[in-house]
């Protein structure tokens, strides 16, 4: 365990940026929730708070805890004025963020996203019918990334056969951007993918404001609140931010539920006989390893918490994963227990007024995964941990890939 100096001093051992870290944070978690709650970590001294009152606390008090935080993961200083992107809703407080996250409510109606089933489930049918029992595949590859691509390209407006794979490069590209500057060729790279995207967005709309569609991009467009509606640039901005939240949290969700099955072998007779036990599974997935750990903060005032100041204008990582296993919320909470009487009280998909918006569609998509892979497929093994490869972003936690075997 790290040596720390105390709780709000400079605890430049706990570091959120180390391979041991991006594969297992738990352990860091547990240190922070226990001896130093409210503490600055590496790189970059910013603060992280663990506990799940806190938690609570700092995703509810937007007038301490503002979304506009967000802004140094997208908007680092290496990148160009025209790249900074503005991920929209996510970066606003109250009240400008009620009014456009009203508009947005208004586009991503159930009725939009029942509509989707069907294409889900076709979908999912059709890929594990292409993996045979016995052979061992990259999950990611053969079944989540094209699962999950199908369904966010239907409702961002991308041409899936013709654009899906180089735009997924591009979100690999921009989900890499942190505030330390990285070499002169990612920068490179990095800008051209955020400008194409750009382009790429406006194409979308200029058609949809030509040609109408029964689609959640031209409700998006015509979504009316207090007689105002969003600009073209607004949109661009909700698109982007859609194809981004939607995408990487999902299949890291549904890679998660692989890992889950495969280390507990009872799972899957169990749930294939209760079938209406696979949303108590898809919750204690994200309150177990939720895709999004943090939420990036910057404090509004001094905020004084468990005698720590953390003074105004600091960043501040709001550790919803480390809230999650917090024995005060969630008694034993590194035993994964699909029976938790509260386990719908996770933090995986935030909480307060930026709550998911695509919770319902990223449950849907996870239930119909798992029914698929459930009625084919007896059983499933995974590569073992210690040969996996975790992500090494700031906010999510997920593997680059997942070699998975079904019987
Ligand atoms: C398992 C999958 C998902 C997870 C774990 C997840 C997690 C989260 C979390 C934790 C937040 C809050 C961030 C914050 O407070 O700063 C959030 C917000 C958001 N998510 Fe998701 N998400 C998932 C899927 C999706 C999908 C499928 C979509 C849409 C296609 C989506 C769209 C959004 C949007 C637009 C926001 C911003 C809401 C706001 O700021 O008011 N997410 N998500």
Not at 39 to 66: N, T, Y
Not at 232 to 244: P, S, T
Not at 328 to 333: E, I, K, S, T, V
Not at 343 to 350: A, D, E, T
Request: charged share 25%.
């Amino acid at each position: 365990m790290p040596e720390v100096t105390g709780a709000g001093g400079s605890t430049d051992a706990i570091r959120i940026d180390t391979p041991e870290y991006h594969h297992n944070p738990f352990p860091t978690y547990k240190l922070l929730r226990e001896q130093y709650p409210v503490c600055r970590v590496e790189p970059g001294g910013i603060w992280m708070i663990s506990r799940f009152e806190d938690v609570q606390f700092a995703l509810k008090r937007h007038d301490l805890f503002s979304s506009a935080g967000v802004e140094v993961m997208i908007k680092p200083d290496w990148i160009r004025e025209e790249c900074k992107r503005d991920l929209f809703v996510l970066l606003k407080d109250p009240p400008e963020h009620t009014r456009y996250r009203a508009m947005i409510n208004k586009a991503f109606v159930a009725r939009v996203i029942n509509a989707l089933q069907p294409l889900m489930l076709d979908n999912a049918q059709l890929l594990l019918q292409q993996i045979a029992a016995g052979e061992s595949v990259e999950f990611l590859g053969r079944f989540a990334y094209p699962y999950i691509g199908k369904v966010i390209t239907r409702i961002t407006g991308i041409d899936e056969e013709q654009d899906w794979e180089e735009m997924r490069v591009w979100l690999e590209l921009v989900e890499k951007i942190t505030p330390m500057r990285p070499d002169d060729d990612f920068i490179e790279r990095v800008e051209a993918a955020i400008l194409r995207q750009h382009s790429y967005f406006e194409a979308v709309i200029r058609d949809r404001r030509a040609s109408p569609r029964d689609d959640l991009v031209t409700r998006l467009m015509e979504a009316d609140v207090g007689g105002e509606r969003l600009t073209d640039l607004e949109m661009r901005n909700a698109l982007e931010l859609m194809v981004g939240a939607g995408f990487h949290t999902t299949t890291h969700l549904l890679t998660h539920a692989m890992m889950q099955l495969a280390r507990q072998p009872g799972l899957m007779p169990q749930l294939r006989a209760a079938p209406d036990l696979i949303p108590a599974f898809i919750d204690e997935l994200l309150r177990f390893d939720a895709p999004v750990h943090l939420a990036p903060r910057r404090t509004v005032q001094d905020v004084c918490m468990h005698g720590v100041r953390i003074p105004k204008g600091e960043m501040v990582m709001v550790a919803m994963g480390a809230a999650n296993r917090d024995p005060a919320a969630f008694p034993d909470p590194d035993n994964f227990d699909i029976t938790r009487p509260n386990l719908r009280q996770h933090m995986g998909f935030g909480y307060g007024d930026h709550t998911c918006i695509g919770s319902a569609l990223a449950r849907m998509e996870a239930r119909i995964a798992l029914q698929t892979i459930l009625a084919r497929f007896e059983r499933v093994s995974c590569a073992p941990d210690e040969e996996l490869h975790w992500v090494e972003t700031v906010t999510t936690h997920g593997v680059h890939s997942l070699p998975v075997t079904f019987q």
